[in-house]
């Protein structure tokens, strides 16, 4: 039998069919107030409220069916408004702001319960030709294989969320070092964060496709170099953590099934707020995409004491 860590597979289902259905949003064939309406719809996971990067990439898989062939987003910005009701359908209304000679713009609202969750401003471009570079990948990284997976990692823990991670995350995210959702002050407190991701099996689809898997992705780990930074993991009793915003900006072609190494930096915490900052290099080394999201970090009195 082999023992490596890349040996490891979910226990429960292949968790990528949740993704494939989660990118299946169709169309409602009707427009209200200059959006065209189209349905998402969700899947069980570890808690009641919509993980936001499943929204993210929805929403984009919306705005991607309203654009000429040939575009592909290459940014978007986005507020989360409201938590999302895990068990209930998505309405995306996308409203067309501008078609270009090489641009397109597009407004996204994302609705619940007749309520706004999610507003996104997102922007598409045909292929061109330009100038080119981009900072390099970070030398001395281990390769994906040598990590122990999640499930390996909370082998034993029966928990809603461990379950959740180590069973139904449609990605394989591997923790360059120790991961956050052990308890145990991750050492040393650095503001700094890498983790290795793909879909666990093979995820089919054109680049709009791969880019919104990407923004899905994206949301998972992007706050942790702010936990990191203080010493803090997902376990400390009492925080209350969520995205408050989110941006992207797309640089080259990517695919989701294979390996992507997203390496995270939080320049700033004050307000009760934390800023991260992450690059995104596929297995060549070619940076493919950048993301940014600002979060609520709020954290009881002892556990701010007991912070670096």
Known sequence: ????????????????????????????????????????????????????????????VAANQTVPNGRFVHSLHAYFLRGGDAHEPIEFGVEKLRDGRSFSARRVHAYQHGRT????MTSFQDWDEGLDHADPMPSGIPDPESLPTAA????????????????????????????????????PATADNAVWMKTFTSFEGDE??????????????????????????????GMSIASLDHAMWFHRP?????????????PS?????????????????????????EGMVRVPQDVMEGAR
Not at 152 to 181: C, K, M, N, S, W
Not at 208 to 234: C, K, M, V
């Open 1 to 60: 039998m082999n023992h490596s860590p890349d040996a490891a597979q979910p226990t429960a289902q292949d968790p990528t069919e949740i993704l494939r259905q989660l990118m299946e949003v169709s169309s409602l064939n009707e427009t209200r107030h200059d959006e065209e309406m189209f349905l998402g719809p969700v899947v069980p996971n570890a808690g009641k409220r919509v993980f936001g990067g499943q929204v993210l990439g929805q929403a984009l």
């Open 117 to 120: 969750i999610l507003s996104m």
């Open 152 to 187: 390996q990692l909370l082998t034993g823990i029966d928990h809603p969320a461990a379950r959740y991670i180590a069973e139904l995350r449609p990605f394989d995210i591997r923790h360059v070092e120790a991961p956050l959702y052990l308890p145990g002050a991750p050492s």
């Open 208 to 237: 709009p496709l791969q880019r919104a898997a990407l923004a899905y992705a994206s949301d998972f780990t992007l706050l942790e170099p702010i936990l990191r930074r203080h010493g803090l993991t997902w376990a400390n009793e």
């Open 254 to 266: 990517v695919r989701a099934d294979e390996w992507l190494l997203y390496v995270q930096h939080s």
């Open 269 to 293: 915490a004050s307000g009760a707020r934390g800023l991260g900052i992450g690059r995104i290099y596929n297995r060549a080394g070619q940076l493919v995409a950048t993301a940014s999201q």
